[in-house]
């Protein structure tokens, strides 16, 4: 028993020969939110307001597919979403379609908190932030020139792909990665020593992604899903996270057959995701931590009461 936090800023095909000068930003975002969250934890502040927190600091960075650096839809626009849940009372939030609000995260925080309903999406979603006066900044501000460039080649690849140069299933057809492509959805989960629990998953969603589409991250038990047993945050291929409903179906492994939050997580991105679509983050309520993937990578960081601390990307690797 202890407090423990793990995030992630993507799955995917992340190439091994990922160059320094785009890899150590990304390591360097990964320690640092890492180390924002466990001040947090550390300081009393609630697993809640720990995922909340480190999300943000995720958001804020460009290099990662979600707030300032989310990727862009087939019309060239930005649709964020994310949402938020709490363990222990299953209490939770969600918000899509968003194009001008700075951090999707704390406003799915504010769905939870300030109204009756689970989720709002586009204009709803919009209009709601107004009222509830969250920064709101020129959509222009989340286009970034590397996701243009982007989009571009994934429209002329006539592919919809998570937010990695090379599709997922065709990687070794794939034309060499143009660089600065690795970046990634984020998420955090946490525990405190008391084994409360909580969630944030944060998005900008696939690149060339239809106008409208939905992913994983906001859907309750798919991206995001949090009881009193674990919480988990997914990342990958939204549709196929869905289908295998993977945050519900690691609490379902734990809760119904007794597993561990190790065997539940290993089980469903093993087992139930199919290969190469699929990564998560997962805390218990005992202060366990699960990180499985089934992509090439996962930019990945946790950290646990006891000391033990990890920042890694690849499966055979930590970054120091
Ligand atoms: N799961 C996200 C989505 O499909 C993408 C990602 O995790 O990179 O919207």
């Not at 984020?186 to 998005?203: E, F, M, Q, R, Y």
Request: with cysteine.
């Amino acid at each position: 028993m202890g407090w423990a936090i793990a995030l992630h800023g993507g799955a995917g095909d992340i190439p091994r020969s990922l160059p320094p000068e785009r890899r150590q930003p990304r390591e360097a975002a990964l320690r640092h939110s890492l180390q924002v969250g466990v001040a947090a934890i550390k300081a009393g502040r609630s697993p809640l307001d720990v995922v909340e927190l480190v999300v943000r600091e995720l958001e804020d960075h460009p290099h990662f597919n979600a707030g300032r650096g989310s990727v862009l839809t087939s019309g060239g626009t930005v649709e964020m979403e994310a949402c938020i849940m709490d363990g222990n009372t299953k209490r939770c939030g969600a918000v899509s379609g968003l194009t001008t609000v700075k951090n999707a995260i704390s406003l799915a925080r504010l769905v939870m908190e300030k109204t009756p309903h689970i989720y709002l999406g586009f204009d709803g979603a919009e209009a709601f932030a107004r009222d509830q006066g969250v920064e709101t900044i020129e959509s222009s501000h989340f286009i970034t020139p590397e996701n243009i460039e982007r989009l571009k080649q994934a429209k002329e690849a006539n592919r919809v792909q998570i937010d990695y140069t090379e599709p997922l299933t065709k990687v070794e057809e794939a034309p060499p990665s143009n660089g600065d492509s690795q970046l990634g959805t984020v998420g955090c989960v946490a525990v405190d020593g008391k084994g409360n629990l909580a969630t944030a998953t944060s998005t900008g969603g696939l690149v060339n992604k239809m106008v409208g589409r939905i992913g994983d991250t906001p859907i309750i038990g798919a991206g995001t899903y949090a009881n009193k047993l674990c919480a988990v945050s997914a990342t990958g291929k939204g549709e196929a996270i869905i289908q295998a409903t993977v945050g519900r179906d690691v609490a379902a492994l734990m809760e119904y057959k007794g597993l561990s939050l190790k065997e539940a997580a290993k089980y469903v991105i093993e087992e139930c995701a199919p290969s190469r679509t699929a990564g998560l983050v997962a805390v218990s309520a005992t202060g366990d931590v699960a990180m499985p993937f089934n992509t090439v990578g996962m930019f990945r960081a946790c950290a646990t009461e006891d000391g033990y601390t990890e920042v890694a990307i690849w499966d055979d690797e930590t970054c120091g």
